[in-house]
């Protein structure tokens, strides 16, 4: 690669990237590399070229993404890329093309939490036997940057426990019930009918996607292998409206706790549950869509994260941190 000029990139080699995926959080990112190119030249040191845009349906008008840049190939688009950016969903085709462009040394960033809950260890394994990149900051949390703290930030000291609402929709819905006294099974109709919860919602209610994101958050901070089947979890779609009615009657704030922690023999215990807490917690003042995570250290004491946990542009903050590591992966060699 060519030397990085002053004032541009002109004379670096550019770095192809492959978006496979043109929906909520893939439209977002796709709109930020085309609409800023000068912004991502300057922190790569190399002009970004956008290879193309894998979709399902090539004839439906993306926003801000010019027609000829849509394929339905994502196995060709992604073949001759530097950087594939996965943001299909699902565990295929999306774990095939992934594992081929680490087989061949590429640079992957993924938001796919699904696929990296259940195939991360493997897939990080085969990153590091190919010197190949994989980066995943957005599939837990979306815009809220912890796993680059939790792994870089605080390398240097010793995460002792870990707390914190990792899934919005579920938030939404307690907040609904306990701020504009909403009946429960409202609120869920509610927010399924403003897109909050998927089609079907049981991921959310039953805490299974919490459980997936503590247990990548775990695996992060203690480099043990926390399989989320072992998370011990509890949804909240056992909750009744006199449990909410109990919790406001204690002066409490029903919520989806999410934590980790390990204990003096080394072993790590993850748990996801609806737990009452004190008002003045910073769990319990966790509004709508919104997650926040606490993070106990040795010597930085707590450290708290709050920030947007959905949405296209949000998200697509995440997966650009990681497109502007994976592309000064790509310069470095
Ligand atoms: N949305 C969020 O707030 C959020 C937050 C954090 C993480 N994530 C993660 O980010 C990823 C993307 O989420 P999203 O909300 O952007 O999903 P989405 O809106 O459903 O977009 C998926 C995109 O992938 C395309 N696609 C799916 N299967 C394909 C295939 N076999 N071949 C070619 N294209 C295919 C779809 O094409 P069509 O458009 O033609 O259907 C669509 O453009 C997921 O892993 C999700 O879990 C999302």
Redesign the pocket.
Known sequence: MSEVSQTGTASAAPVRVAL????????AVARALLQHPDRYAARLGAPVELLGV?????T?V?EGIPADLLT?D?HALAQDADVIV?????LE??GELIEAALRRGAQVV??????LTRRGVELQALAQEHGAGLHHE??VM?AVPVLAVVRESLAGDEITRIRGIVNGSTNYVLDLVAREGVPFADAVRQAGELGYLEADPTEDLEGLDAAAKIALLARTAWDVPAPPDEVDVTGISGLTDADFAAAAEQGGVLKLVASAERGADGAVRCAVRPEVLPAEDPLARTRGGTNLVELDTVLAGPVTLVGA????D??ASAVLGDLVRAGLAVARR
Not at 54 to 58: F, K, L
Not at 110 to 115: D, E, G, H, P
Request: charged share 20%; proline share 5%; no cysteine.
């Open positions: 496979l995926g043109g929906g909520t959080v893939g439209a894998a979709v399902r349906d090539t439906r993306r339905d994502p996965e943001l299909m969903g699902g085709p999306a993924s938001a796919n939490k699904q696929l957005a599939a979306a946990g959905a949405g296209g949000e998200t």
